[in-house]
């Protein structure tokens, strides 16, 4: 697959250099021939051409090689002019038709492969493979975000709608062809491979770095395998840490103090109850309000609000009274809303 791949970008590269020119031969013959061929059949009586649509048409069908041979060419000159578009014409369209196709085989297999450069915006992009890759990739479809995965092969995922980018999120040219610069959020996951721990999160730190570096204003979500590395992760630029199995833990401290939380939490998160746990930015209009009125509103469309978030702080439902200065409010509502 890998000589297919490099034969084809190197014949594209052949036809690049005449793409341009084939365009320009082609536009200069349909013009050439059809006011031509006007000129030449049109003072022939029994001639089909009488007309410069007719002689478009004619040579559009012509070049084409349609010959639907409805327009007729009888004069001996007109013939002769007809072979000379008829040749040049052929070849113009035939460089022109390769080079368009070669490109776009080129495309279907460098996306097939992970070697494509990405046009979304707004998309989520995920830094290796996760075990739980299937559900989170579609906990993000439904809420309506694209999602690109680098990582250095494809696992196939069924029933996880994303695409791939083969690579590194610790190499820029990579993160550059995920589209890093028009991605609303990237999570990291820890390398596979790696057996040592630490070095696990080493590199997911490292990976953050880089991440700031190219796109500044990045929100990145980091997992770490532990604790005591939340704060170099965070100084190294991630928004959001993630301690794998802290959660579980939690968890499995709950089903033994209070059976039914862990439940409630487990069945919010995965969604599948008919309701789920989402995020919205504060309505401008509640700003420096009371907490009560949000409250209220929320109540009213079947949302229940769990708390408040700034970009380094948490606030789980403030009392009513309470003045709202957070960006961002946390609510339990209806999967279907």
């Known amino acids: 697959m890998v000589p297919f791949v490099i034969y084809l970008r190197r014949f594209r590269r052949k036809l690049s250099g005449v793409f341009y020119g084939a365009i320009m031969s082609s536009v200069v013959v349909v013009v050439y021939g059809t006011l031509s061929e006007f000129y030449l059949e049109n003072p022939i009586p029994n001639s089909g051409i009488h007309s410069i649509f007719e002689s478009l048409w004619w040579v559009i069908q012509t070049i084409s090689t349609v010959g639907y041979g409805d327009v007729a060419v009888v004069d001996f000159w007109g013939k002769v002019n007809a072979m000379v578009i008829i040749l040049v014409g052929l070849g113009s369209l035939g460089v022109l038709t390769a080079a368009i196709a070669a ?108 991440i700031r570096k190219i796109k500044d204003d990045a929100y990145i979500i980091a997992e770490l395998f532990k604790p005591e590395n939340r704060e170099h992760a965070i100084l190294a630029g991630a928004n959001e840490v993630v301690v794998k199995g802290a959660m579980s833990t939690l968890l499995m401290a709950s089903a033994v103090t209070a059976p039914g939380v862990s439940k409630l939490f487990y069945e919010l998160l995965r969604g599948e109850d008919g309701y789920r746990i989402k995020e919205y930015s504060v309505d401008p209009k509640y700003k420096g309000k009371r907490c009560e009125e949000l409250y209220r509103s929320m109540d009213l469309e079947g949302r229940v609000v769990l708390g408040f978030r700034n970009e380094n702080e948490i606030k789980i439902r403030p009392s009513v009274d309470s003045m709202i200065t957070w960006e961002s409010v946390v609510v339990m509502e209806p999967r279907s809303s």
């Open 103 to 210: 490109r776009f085989v080129e495309l279907n297999v460098a996306t097939k492969l992970g070697e494509r450069r990405i046009k979304m915006r707004d998309h989520i992009i995920v830094c290796n493979v996760d075990e739980g890759l299937s559900e989170i990739v579609r906990e993000f479809n439904e809420s309506g975000l694209d999602v690109v995965l680098v990582d250095t092969e494809d696992p196939k995922t069924p029933n996880a709608n994303y695409t791939f980018v083969k690579g590194k999120c610790s190499v820029d040219a990579d993160l550059d062809n995920a589209g890093i610069k028009n991605a609303s959020k990237i999570v990291v996951f820890p390398e596979r491979g790696i057996q040592d721990v630490s070095s696990a999160d080493a590199k997911t730190i490292l990976t953050s770095m880089v």
